[in-house]
């Protein structure tokens, strides 16, 4: 079953901070987290793996609460080149496959 | 390869034809995906590969969809008697075995397919 995420869109001005949502109904192994620019391959930001865990990647960073089977990637002091479309992609205790949320479209502009 | 390559980036097909979209993943990559994209929408697993075996295909919306990966390393997705339906950008990703969990994916550019 498909992650949902929130919100759906987000529109900044640079150097302002945005919290997107990552919620699953299934007990999970890991969370990642992509961008994907328009007309390009997500690209890889982070993984996380236990719960409670934070990690960070420049200004962004994420928690993921195992209990809650839920996770939130933080973007503080936004840049131009944020802009894309995010998604979490979660993978179940006992499989190997990474099922991909629903997606939160990111525009920060000048 | 540096990175994922996919073929052919773009593919028009009448309905009913049949295509065929190639995988290079990055050498020494164990596991390979392959993931559908229909526009504005998340990438949807459809069927994945460690080494040569096929450990899941229950993704493949039906069975017009085939994939293989006979030697473990280039991979082909089959979509027999495309429908509008299938219309979608099909992408590829490859990954480093990990005992744990899926490591990071690296995708490749996708096969956009526009069926008529």
């Known amino acids: 079953q498909q992650p949902v995420q929130s919100p759906q869109a987000v529109i900044l001005r640079e150097g302002e901070d945005a919290v997107i949502n990552c919620s699953s109904s299934?007990?999970?192994?890991?969370v990642h987290w992509y961008r994907q620019k328009h007309g390009e391959a997500p690209v890889f930001l982070m993984i996380?793996?236990?719960?409670?865990e934070q990690k960070g990647h420049e200004k962004i960073s994420a928690s993921f609460n195992e209990k809650k089977q839920q996770s939130s990637l933080y973007l503080t002091a936004s840049q131009l080149s944020y802009s894309g479309t995010y998604f979490c992609?979660?993978?179940?205790?006992?499989?190997?496959?990474?099922?991909f949320g629903t997606g939160t479209r990111l525009q920060v502009f000048p | 390869g540096a990175g994922v390559s996919q073929s052919p980036r773009y593919k028009v097909a009448k309905r009913g034809q049949d295509v065929a979209l190639r995988c290079d993943p990055i050498?020494?990559?164990?596991?390979l995906f392959w993931y559908q994209q229909a526009l504005g929408q998340g990438p949807e697993f459809l069927t994945y590969?460690?080494?040569?075996?096929?450990?899941?295909k229950s993704g493949l919306p039906s069975d017009r969809f085939f994939a293989e990966r006979p030697e473990g390393s280039v991979s082909t997705l089959k979509i027999q008697r495309t429908q509008q339906e299938d219309s979608a950008v099909y992408l590829c990703?490859?990954?480093?075995?990990?005992?744990?969990?899926?490591?990071?994916?690296?995708f490749g550019e996708g096969s956009r397919l526009t069926v008529l």
């Open positions: 996380l793996l236990k719960g409670g």
């Open positions: 590969f460690q080494n040569e075996a096929q450990l899941d």
């Open positions: 299934k007990a999970l192994y890991s």
């Open positions: 992609g979660t993978e179940k205790i006992g499989t190997d496959k990474l099922i």
């Open positions: 990703a490859s990954s480093l075995v990990s005992d744990r969990n899926t490591g990071e994916l690296f």
């Open positions: 050498s020494g990559h164990v596991s």
